[in-house]
């Protein structure tokens, strides 16, 4: 991720705030790109 970012801190940096504030989902059901995947 630091060449996305351009620099490892930055990458860090960023990662560290999604992470701090997400909210993890958990959704039932079957997966839709499981269900239609090409290899099986």
Not at 17 to 40: C, I, P, T, W
């Amino acid at each position: 991720w630091g060449t996305v970012f351009g620099d490892d801190n930055m990458a860090a940096a960023v990662i560290d705030r999604v992470v701090h504030h997400g909210r993890l989902l958990q959704f039932r059901g079957e997966s839709y790109r499981v269900k239609h995947a090409l290899m099986k």
